[in-house]
């Protein structure tokens, strides 16, 4: 009984660039919304009144370095 080799073919998924261009915008944004609550010290240009997301991202602006007190 002969045995022979099985190699597995494996493809790889290719994406052009050109498809990444809205996911990296997307994303880059979503980011940039999140590092903008996260580091948001309730100031002039924080969109809620209030406290509320200050108490809320509290120690993540604390993990992050932002200075909080
Ligand atoms: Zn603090």
Redesign the pocket.
Known sequence: MAQTAVTPEIEFPTIPLSDLGPWATFFGLFAAIVVFFISADQGAISIPAGTMIHEWV?DA??LLGYP??
Do not use: D, I, L
């Open positions: 509290h602006r604390h909080c007190h």
